[in-house]
């Protein structure tokens, strides 16, 4: 059956994710629009396809304990000279898109895996382009603002022409407490609830 590219995330709601994701193709930034404006639960990974049911079973149970929270983007921030990216800061949710993410790649889960750098939730508007763009996408959004209220997440595959699209959306089930799932190697304490 092979293998296909997964990713999970919260997605930037209009009319913020339009305008952020044509702000980043104005900076030359050309996987902008296979690339919808989100914060990442879980970065590109490669599954074996017939894992699927069970992928979606595990992201319906995630989404099942949690509940809404506020989310807040403001001004912007970078990963260089470690990885060229430019992002808007993710100012207000971070802790819950942390906690979320843990749950995501619960080490007994179908999406277990290690991260290449330490999670710090952020949405992304200029990645590996030329360095006076990255400035120009910068200085440009420093003033950007945005805030809503999350009430899920989203299952995304990469396509072979290299777009993500939109597999099923998971909403959170407003549990007020939430147990915890053992996760042995969380690096911090997890919260009781979210």
Request: charge should be negative.
């Given at each position: 059956m092979g293998t296909v590219t997964l990713g999970v995330s919260i997605a930037v709601p209009e009319p913020y994710g339009s305008l952020l994701q044509q702000r980043r193709a104005g900076f030359g930034d050309s996987a902008a629009h296979g690339i919808p404006t989100h914060v990442t639960l879980l970065p590109p990974t490669e599954v074996d396809a017939a894992r699927r049911p069970e992928i979606e079973e595990h992201?319906?149970?995630?989404?099942?304990?949690?509940?809404?929270?506020?989310m807040r983007l403001s001004?912007?921030?970078?990963?260089r000279p470690l990885s060229p990216v430019v992002f808007v800061r993710v100012v207000e949710g971070s802790s819950a898109?942390?906690?979320?993410?843990?749950?995501?790649?619960?080490?007994d889960g179908p999406l277990a895996r290690e991260l290449q750098f330490p999670y710090h939730p952020h949405v992304t508007v200029a990645h590996g382009?030329?360095?006076?763009?990255?400035?120009?996408?910068?200085?440009?959004?420093?003033?950007?603002?945005?805030?809503w209220t999350a009430t899920g997440f989203a299952l995304y595959e990469q396509g072979e022409d290299c777009?993500?699209?939109?597999?099923?959306?998971?909403?959170?089930?407003?549990?007020?407490?939430?147990?915890l799932p053992p996760q042995p190697n969380f690096s911090r304490p997890p919260a009781p609830s979210l």
């Open positions: 992201l319906a149970g995630v989404a099942a304990a949690g509940r809404a929270f506020p001004g912007t921030g970078t990963f898109c942390g906690r979320l993410q843990e749950w995501v790649r619960a080490e382009i030329a360095e006076e763009a990255m400035d120009r996408a910068y200085a440009e959004l420093a003033d950007f603002e945005a805030a777009v993500w699209r939109l597999q099923r959306e998971f909403s959170f089930g407003g549990a007020a407490h939430l147990p």
